[in-house]
């Protein structure tokens, strides 16, 4: 409730998230947020851990205040990610905001060090602790501060599709971990000469490592290029086959350049009897279909065929089935048959998994033999690609 209330207060226009200035509008108040509210934890932990003599509540204050630096590179990465493109960056700035969320995945990693260190060193040379009740209610309350954080950076997070606040969210829920048990521990230790607050300490930072590290691997996927999802690949099929003209879409390769906004090619098969002014217009149009309805920038590439002949059409159907044999998660594209002096030759391409464990010329071979039961000597000339999607 109280984050509607904030969200609708401070970011205008806030029921269009997809829109790019509402979106850096959502991003930049989270980051504000996460500033005002981990420097009064802060300050608040800081001053209980120098009042009890708790190293591990002050380094739990620090790990507060090394969030409020990462809401500052939260916000900074949205605003820089908002540029418009130039002519340094002829494609936006928006993998700005991976950085922002790397750059927070090591600040997490950095700090889960610190309190590992601080943990064991309190293993081998534990301290007395000297928590008043008072004390100890305020850090409770604090939890409540760091579980209201958690769920507003992921309800914004979500909201927007933004990697580098759903980081923010899961950090919030590491640190009331970490508080937790930080807090059982100097509980018990009143009632023990074990060394309760090393041991728990040692725990809540490995638990801060695994979860800087899965933050880490998941910002830096899409800096080095990984596949789009299902979605965003099956919405993009089904509307260009809803385009005048294009019976067939394939080779599909789309690039990230920050979340909504992709830059995509693919083939799209038009009936070769069709002009070449005809096919450029029919084709042009549809990019331009797909760049409104889709944060997609287009360009498709021209596969003629024909879709009436029947003799190509047959020829298609039995490589079809000769490559489904030998594989069916093959796929045949680019088909072309032409006649050489009454002997028939087949080119196209084979779309095949990475890493396969037969080589190109194996697979020719197979499927050379394969397409005997139609042609006492077949010509085959294959390409093989793979997919991007």
């Known amino acids: 409730?109280?984050?509607?209330?904030?969200?609708?207060?401070?970011?205008?226009?806030?029921?269009?998230?997809?829109?790019?200035?509402?979106?850096?509008?959502?991003?930049?108040?989270?980051?504000?947020?996460?500033?005002?509210?981990?420097?009064?934890?802060?300050?608040?932990?800081?001053?209980?851990?120098?009042?009890?003599?708790?190293?591990?509540?002050?380094?739990?204050a620090v790990n507060n205040l090394s969030d409020a630096g990462s809401s500052v590179v939260t916000v900074f990465g949205f605003k820089l990610s908002s540029k418009p493109a130039d002519s340094d960056h002829p494609f936006g700035h928006g993998r700005i905001e991976y950085i922002a969320g790397v750059i927070v995945s090591v600040i997490i990693i950095a700090m889960g060090l610190d309190f590992l260190k601080e943990a064991v060193l309190r293993i081998i040379t534990p301290e007395p602790v000297r928590m008043k009740p008072v004390l100890i209610w305020l850090i409770a309350g604090s939890l409540l501060f760091k579980l209201w954080l958690f769920f507003f950076y992921r309800y914004v997070g979500k909201k927007i599709n933004s990697e580098a606040v759903l980081a923010a969210s899961f950090d919030s829920l590491s640190d009331m971990i970490g508080t937790s048990v930080i807090l059982a521990a100097v509980i018990a230790s009143k009632f023990t000469n074990f060394p309760i607050d090393g041991c728990a300490g040692t725990l809540a930072s490995l638990l801060v490592l695994?979860?800087?590290?899965?933050?880490?691997?998941?910002?830096?996927?899409?800096?080095?290029?990984?596949?789009?999802?299902?979605?965003?690949?099956?919405?993009?099929?089904?509307?260009?086959?809803?385009?005048?003209?294009?019976?067939?879409?394939?080779?599909?390769?789309?690039?990230?350049?920050?979340?909504?906004?992709?830059?995509?090619?693919?083939?799209?098969?038009?009936?070769?009897?069709?002009?070449?002014l005809t096919v450029h217009d029919m084709l042009e149009c549809a990019e331009v279909e797909i760049?409104?309805?889709?944060?997609?920038?287009?360009?498709?590439?021209?596969?003629?065929?024909?879709?009436?002949?029947?003799?190509?059409?047959?020829?298609?159907?039995?490589?079809?089935?000769?490559?489904?044999?030998?594989?069916?998660?093959?796929k045949?594209?680019?088909?072309?048959?032409?006649?050489?002096?009454?002997?028939?030759?087949?080119?196209?391409?084979?779309?095949?998994?990475?890493?396969?464990?037969?080589?190109?010329?194996?697979?020719?071979?197979?499927?050379?033999?394969?397409?005997?039961?139609?042609?006492?000597?077949?010509?085959?000339?294959?390409?093989?690609?793979h997919s991007y999607i």
Request: hydrophobic share 40%; with cysteine.
């Open 332 to 385: 045949v594209y680019d088909f072309r048959m032409k006649k050489d002096e009454g002997k028939i030759i087949l080119s196209y391409h084979v779309l095949m998994p990475r890493n396969y464990h037969i080589s190109y010329d194996a697979i020719h071979g197979i499927l050379t033999d394969g397409m005997k039961k139609y042609q006492p000597s077949p010509e085959l000339k294959i390409e093989f690609i």
């Open 1 to 60: 409730m109280l984050t509607k209330l904030l969200i609708k207060l401070f970011v205008p226009g806030c029921e269009k998230p997809e829109d790019p200035s509402v979106r850096t509008a959502y991003g930049i108040f989270s980051g504000y947020v996460g500033i005002i509210v981990n420097i009064l934890l802060f300050l608040l932990k800081f001053t209980t851990g120098l009042l009890s003599g708790s190293v591990a509540i002050a380094t739990d």
């Open 210 to 276: 695994v979860g800087g590290g899965k933050i880490l691997r998941d910002t830096i996927n899409p800096l080095l290029g990984e596949p789009p999802g299902k979605e965003i690949v099956q919405e993009l099929q089904a509307r260009l086959l809803e385009c005048h003209g294009i019976k067939g879409v394939h080779d599909i390769i789309i690039h990230n350049y920050g979340p909504n906004q992709y830059f995509a090619t693919a083939h799209a098969e038009v009936d070769m009897k069709d002009d070449i």
């Open 291 to 330: 760049g409104k309805k889709m944060p997609i920038h287009l360009l498709l590439h021209c596969d003629p065929y024909s879709p009436a002949d029947p003799e190509v059409k047959e020829w298609r159907v039995r490589m079809e089935d000769v490559v489904a044999n030998f594989d069916p998660k093959f």
